[in-house]
């Protein structure tokens, strides 16, 4: 499976974008996938996930009530709804797929770089104040 990342762009704080993570490849929906971002000098962090089914969702405190992911498995595509966005959104927007398939989580999700493949090609946020 190979994801690629678009969507992205420049907006003014309390904009909305919508990014897209398109899939090519089989069985992309057997898997649990993250989006992650990562600013200018910065570690790559964890924004949130949605299981193989897209019955549970999951986000990083830093974008709960603000972020919505969800997935068209019919269209191999997992989408990063982003409202009322901050300057402080502002980095490169990653999805990746978790390492194995048929996979959800207990309490928390798996939210470590690590966890993931199959990364594609980041999309630029840029939010201006």
């Known amino acids: 499976v190979q994801l690629q990342a678009s969507g992205g762009g420049s907006v003014q704080a309390g904009d909305s974008l919508r990014l897209s993570c398109a899939a090519s490849?089989?069985?992309?929906?057997?898997?649990?996938v993250a989006w992650f971002r990562q600013a200018r000098g910065k570690e790559r962090e964890f924004v949130g996930a949605?299981?193989?089914?897209?019955?549970?969702?999951a986000y990083a405190d830093s974008v709960k009530d603000r972020f919505t992911i969800s997935r068209d498995n019919a269209k191999n595509t997992i989408y990063l709804q982003m409202n009322s966005v901050k300057p402080e959104d502002t980095a490169v927007y990653y999805c990746?797929?978790?390492?194995?398939?048929?996979?959800?989580?207990?309490?928390?999700?798996?939210?470590?770089?690590?966890?993931?493949?199959?990364w594609g090609q980041g999309t630029l946020v840029t939010v201006s104040s």
């Open positions: 990746a797929k978790y390492s194995r398939s048929f996979t959800g989580w207990g309490a928390d999700p798996p939210s470590t770089r690590s966890d993931y493949d199959n």
């Open positions: 490849g089989r069985n992309f929906n057997h898997y649990l």
């Open positions: 949605i299981t193989w089914t897209g019955s549970r969702t």
